[in-house]
């Protein structure tokens, strides 16, 4: 995806642990999927697998029932709502990003670049459905292709200048917590998972699908992140295009803006759909009444909603645009959290009799991995931006 732009800048601050990582990640979250999966199925009388839960609220319900039953809901419902609004936040900051360095000489500066980016975003507003928003992922897919093939083919032609010597065991401290963020953020998919995997013809084949897309996944981000920086050593910038020279690096990027606005749609939708279900559509209990009307159709008021959280996106991207320390603020918050402490806790809790020796002790040290992981990025990037504000950094 469009983050993969951000992995080269994480092998700049780790070197070789950072394409460790970018493995491990990998592994981690294809496991912690599997496990995710398993927590919505239980035996019946004849101990067989029956799907009884239907979702990653569902799963966070079931575990702190019956005591608390809707508090795991809320939980998973709030990290979803931040991973999926940053998402956005993203794509908004790296279209300005892109078209600011893409044309350095003409008088509109970053922000004045994201309003526009927004502009056309607005009609997010009016989505209805996944089939609208699936034709946009088509169309992202399609240019993400190109970009790949056209950084990588630069990447090549200059093969007989790789700084080998540049890729090294040290790791900067200070910076490298925000890296593991970036890395944990490129492969965060479990909000995803239940839908997906209930949507599936054959369900039982999911494990090899996690497999085997994790595994080509793993290969091409390493790869990606390897070669990129070999090109440009400690020239790397935290969106890796800024380095290519001023006539490739507008062609590409022009390429990347349209990615980023046609990816924005999905983690909006999704977020809309969050926002709905938790606080105008929750079976009655919703805070507030219905947005649709009886015939379907969106209320104003609802529209409005939807407009008001696209500026929300807007402002967010004026006024922090740095996006390496939102991504790895995000995948250190709630990447982490959904991808590998929420899974590993609920495995625990729902299949504790079941497990063996063996699960227990990887779920155990992915929970405590994962939290030293987030805690540790999230307070890096902090002091990130706190310095990046301090020094009026705006890039």
Not at 141 to 165: E, G, K
Not at 253 to 266: D, E, G, R, W
């Amino acid at each position: 995806g469009m983050f993969v732009l951000g992995l080269p800048y994480a092998i700049l601050h780790g070197g070789y642990l950072g394409l460790f990582l970018i493995i491990f990640a990998a592994v981690v979250c294809c496991y912690t999927g599997k496990i995710l999966i398993a927590c919505l199925y239980e035996e019946d009388e004849d101990g067989q697998l029956v799907r009884v839960r239907d979702s990653y609220v569902d799963i966070a319900n079931a575990c702190c029932a019956p005591r608390f039953p809707t508090l795991g809901g809320h939980i998973v419902n709030v990290a979803q709502i931040i991973e999926l609004v940053m998402t956005c936040i993203l794509y908004v900051v790296v279209s300005g990003n892109l078209m600011y360095n893409s044309f350095p000489n003409m008088p509109i500066s970053q922000k004045s670049w994201a309003i526009i980016a927004t502009a056309a975003l607005l009609p997010c507003a009016f989505l209805k459905s996944l089939k609208a928003v699936s034709k946009f992922s088509l169309l992202c897919t399609m240019a993400h292709f190109v970009i790949n093939v056209l950084v990588i083919a630069y990447c090549l032609s200059r093969a007989r200048d790789w700084a080998w010597d540049k890729v090294k065991f040290y790791i900067d401290v200070k910076k490298f917590p925000i890296s593991i963020g970036i890395i944990v953020f490129s492969y965060t998919s479990q909000i995803f998972l239940p839908s997906l995997e209930g949507n599936m013809q054959k369900p039982s084949e999911f494990h090899c699908m996690m497999k085997w897309t994790h595994i080509a996944a793993c290969i091409l981000k390493g790869l990606f992140a390897l070669v990129a920086y070999l090109t440009w050593a400690d020239e790397t910038k935290e969106v890796i295009t800024d380095n290519l020279p001023p006539t490739i690096r507008a062609v590409v990027n022009l390429f990347l803006v349209a990615k980023a606005l046609l990816s924005y749609p999905l983690p909006f939708f999704a977020a809309v759909e969050v926002l709905e279900k938790s606080f105008f559509q929750d079976g009655g209990r919703a805070f507030f009444p219905d947005c649709y009307g009886g015939d379907g159709r969106l209320k104003s008021w609802g529209l409005t909603l939807r407009c008001i959280l696209v500026v929300f996106t807007l402002l967010m991207a004026i006024y922090v645009p740095h996006f390496a320390l939102l991504m790895g603020l995000t995948g250190s918050l709630t990447g982490a959290g959904l991808c590998f402490l929420l899974p590993s806790i609920f495995h625990l809790k729902l299949l504790w009799r079941k497990l063996q020796w063996h699960q227990v002790f990887f779920d155990v040290s992915i929970f405590v991995i994962g939290g030293i992981c987030s805690i540790s990025g999230f307070i890096h990037s902090i002091e990130g931006l706190i310095e990046a504000f301090k020094y009026n950094i705006e890039e």
